[in-house]
């Protein structure tokens, strides 16, 4: 199994993490949720972190059985249109905001 982490690195505008929030799990979630081939879709919120660390305040989990199952679901139609949505998710809620990725291995 392997899975797949979008992490939001930066920071939520003041007054607006409740609204942004909402935003993933009424828009954003239900589009992760049906990407092609995912076992299991997980978001978090972080709550606390380093105080020297960078914030991540949103992270996306997907898991997939194996990375054609993966590819399966970034060819996916609600992949795309999730995708069209993060410059004006990234514009309403962040200050600053940077988007990495990672695929990891699940033992």
């Known amino acids: 199994m392997i899975q797949r982490h979008a992490m939001f690195q930066g920071t939520v505008k003041s007054g607006q993490a409740i609204a942004m929030r909402g935003y993933v799990e009424s828009t954003l979630l239900p ?7 995912a076992q299991e ?7 606390e972190g380093d105080l020297n660390g960078p914030n991540f305040p949103l992270t996306l989990v997907i ?22 949505l993060l410059p004006a998710f990234c514009n309403q809620f962040f200050d600053e905001v ?4 990672y695929v990891m291995d699940v033992v």
């Open 41 to 47: 879709v997980q978001v978090y919120f972080q709550v």
């Open 31 to 37: 589009l992760w949720q049906q990407f092609d081939c």
């Open 63 to 84: 898991k997939y059985k194996d990375a054609d199952g993966m590819a399966r679901g970034l060819a996916s139609e609600a992949r795309y249109a999730s995708r069209d």
């Open 98 to 101: 940077r988007l990495l990725h």
